[in-house]
Every structure is written in C-alpha cells, then in structure tokens.
C-alpha cells in the first residue's frame, strides 16, 4: 500500500512539472493573459503544499501513530491531489477567462 502511495505522489510530481513547464513556456494558458502568472503561483503553492504534506505524513513515526490514522490521512492527501488536479484541468479548459476562450485545444500552437 505504501508503495502505491509513493507512485501516486511520483505522477501528482509530474504532473505539477508538466503543468510549469507547459505554462512557461505559454502552451498552457487559463485566458487571463497577465493574469496567468496569480494561477501558476497559486497551483504551484498547491502543488508544494500537498507534496510537503504528503512526505510529512511518510516520515511521521510515533506511539499515537496509527496504521489506520495514517490509512485515514494518505487517503485524504489523494482526495486533495484529485481534487487539485481536477480544479487545474477545468480552469484551463472551460473555466478559461475572456482573453483565450475555450475553443476546444487544449494547448496552444
């Protein structure tokens, strides 16, 4: 089980990296023009703060330490990873703003 978590936070990485680069390099864009660069730094924090939370959670030890108290944890840090992942994904796609509207293409040429 540790390791399937260890293989979910790997792609949750890569798909953060995928994410920064596609963004800087302006392939990825959420239609706000300027206003792009506020939701890569707010993803970015996202992506960095449930990773931190996630090895946190990989290296807690302790008496009060559980195995169905970090069962309970490693399955609300996944929900949160979806759940960024999915938020990312729909506000560059059909949350776009007014400067590139949503015209089907996920990536610009």
Known sequence: MKLLFRVIHVLYALSGAAF???????RLAFGYGLGDLFYLAAHAAGYLLVLGAAWAVGKAEGPDWTPAGQLFIRALLLVLMLLHVRELSW???VGRGVEYP??????YP
Not at 102 to 107: I, K
Request: glycine share 12%; charged share 0%.
């Open 20 to 26: 920064a680069f596609l963004s800087w390099t302006g």
């Open 91 to 93: 506000q560059a796609t």
């Open 102 to 107: 949503w015209n089907g293409q996920l990536f």
